[in-house]
T-cell receptor, first 113, second 111 residues
Framework: DTAVSQTPKYLVTQMGNDKSIKCEQN?????MYWYKQDSKKFLKIMFS???????INETVPNRFSPKSPDKAHLNLHINSLELGDSAVYFC????????????FGEGSRLTVL | AQSVSQHNHHVILSEAASLELGCNYS??????LFWYVQYPGQHLQLLLK??????LVKGIKGFEAEFIKSKFSFNLRKPSVQWSDTAEYFC?????????FGDGTTLTVKP
């Protein structure tokens, strides 16, 4: 059983389109995250939710909107996609918001043409 | 603001060589420290972590790291690398629910 699963794994789309990436964790964790990994492998946190409540919102364009329908799910919707949005997006979860390791999903590679 | 720096961007070693990857963090308070590994085409996995106690922590696959508080360092070591250790290695510091990652070190092990 995959602990943190993301769909889709690959996404190729045109500039200006809107797309969503879904994430689900079956670990019973309270906290979930979205990270962006660019072409140089740099990892930057985008959002963090604790029990459906937004707790971290880094400097991310408004075109990115996370949604957490319940604590096991954290989806990422991106409007008006731009070339610079091309990256691998990783979902992660942790048992507590204060400390603890992160459990990562396998990533969703987004390519904007 | 919390930051993590990794000194080596790309390390190339032959099998059986010893490895040390540097990591420094900048934060005055209590942080939890981690090393993650990302094998080609895969997601990040935890190698080891330090919360408190013995500053020398052992992780999976023969890796270890030493926390030196006075130097704000958490270097990763392995006495003898294998070809299968070829991967991207990330140091991370965690405080108040936020993990900050270093820029990563690409390790290439030649057979």
């Amino acid at each position: 059983d995959t602990a943190v699963s993301q769909t889709p794994k690959y996404l190729v789309t045109q500039m200006g389109n809107d797309k969503s990436i879904k994430c689900e964790q079956n670990l019973g964790h309270d906290t979930m995250y979205w990270y962006k990994q660019d072409s140089k492998k740099f990892l930057k946190i985008m959002f963090s939710y604790n029990n459906k409540e937004l707790i971290i919102n880094e400097t991310v364009p408004n075109r990115f909107s996370p949604k957490s329908p319940d604590k096991a799910h954290l989806n990422l919707h991106i409007n008006s996609l731009e070339l610079g949005d091309s990256a691998v997006y990783f979902c992660a979860s942790s048992p507590r918001s204060e400390n603890g390791e992160l459990f990562f999903g396998e990533g969703s590679r987004l390519t904007v043409l | 603001a919390q930051s993590v720096s990794q000194h080596n961007h790309h390390v190339i070693l032959s099998e059986a060589a010893s490895l040390e990857l540097g990591c420094n963090y900048s934060y005055g308070g209590t942080v939890n420290l981690f090393w993650y590994v990302q094998y080609p085409g895969q997601h990040l996995q935890l190698l080891l972590k330090y919360f408190s106690g013995d500053p020398l922590v052992k992780g999976i696959k023969g890796f270890e790291a030493e926390f030196i508080k006075s130097k704000f360092s958490f270097n990763l070591r392995k006495p003898s690398v294998q070809w299968s250790d070829t991967a991207e290695y990330f140091c991370a510091a965690r405080n108040a629910g936020k993990s900050t990652f270093g820029d990563g070190t690409t390790l290439t092990v030649k057979p």
